[in-house]
């Protein structure tokens, strides 16, 4: 009887929280409607510009046999440290370029054209899915810190914690057996002169969808926080988090932006990187976590991503949550140990 009663409460959770997410649409619906507009700029003025480009131009890159040769020139690097076939590079190196979720999408991609096994995917969704320099340096650095050095510090400290997951999920299914096509080939979907403009033409409406997924995340994202922040939970869930902070001897006054940006990580980031703190490097470690972690928004933009796949979450769960303890670590000791980098007042 008691296991019939836990099976109901599981099914009621879920419409519950539904329901009582549509109600504060209505009830809250001015300050909502701000961050929906809010949002709707920062995807149109920072994600459009920045990843658009980069999408099509992968998706473009899929048509053509260059993963296939950079995967053999860098095979001989790409198994022994990451256990992952030489094409797993090209998800690798554009996560770190292009950022979120460009390298979940490439993993995906590989994934459902078996060019990767399942293991393989699920080591590379592990780290190739990170953010990228523009933002790290850009937008968190020189706009939200005002410092262009605070911006490469994260960048190094973010690309150095990515390979770190990735020599430790090497031994992710390790002795599982693979089913992808090693000498897999792109002759049948070759781009040329005569199917130029189709190819185009799909890479775009590709490209699109995925941006537009984005766009949704974020404006959904932003009047989560907004209802969080007009009904006083956020505050409640920051107390919460207080204690877990103090332990690590951060100020109470972090716990708002670290809820934050747990849940979506450039509202969080910019409230972390304006916090008035006299030892800063308070303030660049915690955006060194939240960068690493990627937040709440961008997980679900990757399970998205993944669902037409056989693909688990899991390992990107674990790897990002390693990341970012990874990523801080690392930002710590780089702070404590030059001292030219010693930002504090």
């Given amino acids: 009887m008691k296991r019939f009663y836990i099976f109901k409460l599981n099914q009621l959770i879920l419409p519950f929280v539904l329901i ?28 459009v510009p920045s990843l658009f480009p980069f999408f099509v131009a992968t998706e473009l890159l899929s048509h053509t046999n260059f993963t296939y040769y950079l995967g053999k020139l860098l095979n001989r690097f790409m198994k022994p440290i990451f256990n992952v076939r030489g094409e797993g590079s090209f ?21 459902e054209n078996n060019i990767c096994s399942k293991e393989e995917c699920e080591r590379l969704l592990s780290f190739t899915n990170n953010s990228g320099p523009l933002f790290i340096v850009g937008t968190v650095g020189v706009a939200m810190f005002g410092n262009s050095t605070i911006g490469f510090l994260l960048l190094i400290s973010h690309i150095l914690a990515s390979i770190t997951v990735g020599i430790i999920f090497r031994f992710w299914k ?20 005569s199917n130029l403009g189709g ?31 007009t009904s006083h939970l956020l505050e409640t869930l920051s107390n ?12 109470e006054s972090f716990s708002s932006g ?10 969080g980031l910019n409230i972390i990187c304006n916090i008035p703190e006299k030892k800063i490097s308070i303030n660049i470690i915690m955006a060194s976590f939240l960068l690493g972690f990627g937040g709440i928004s961008i997980l679900l ?17 674990l790897g990002k949550l390693l990341h970012a303890c990874i990523s801080a670590t690392y930002t710590f000791l780089i702070l404590k140990n030059f001292v030219f980098l010693n930002f504090d007042l």
């Fill in 301 to 317: 933009q990757v399970w998205s991503t993944i669902s037409k796949t056989d693909l688990s979450i899991k390992p990107y769960i």
């Fill in 199 to 229: 190819i185009i033409g799909a890479s775009i409406t590709s490209s699109i969808n995925t941006i537009l997924l984005i766009g949704g995340f974020v404006v959904l994202f932003s009047v989560i926080i907004s209802i969080l922040q």
């Fill in 91 to 111: 998800a690798f190196i554009m996560g770190i370029i292009s950022g979120y979720p460009m390298g979940a999408k490439i993993a995906a991609n590989f994934r």
């Fill in 174 to 193: 390790y002795n599982s057996k693979s089913d992808a096509n090693g000498s897999f080939k792109y002759s049948n979907n070759d781009i040329t002169l």
């Fill in 20 to 47: 009582m997410f549509t109600a504060c649409l209505v009830i809250f619906s001015r300050t909502n409607l701000l961050a929906a507009k809010n949002g709707l700029v920062l995807w149109a003025n920072s994600v």
């Fill in 258 to 267: 670290f809820i934050s940006g747990i849940l979506e990580l450039t509202n």
């Fill in 240 to 251: 919460c988090v207080e204690p877990l902070l103090s332990i690590f001897n951060i100020p």
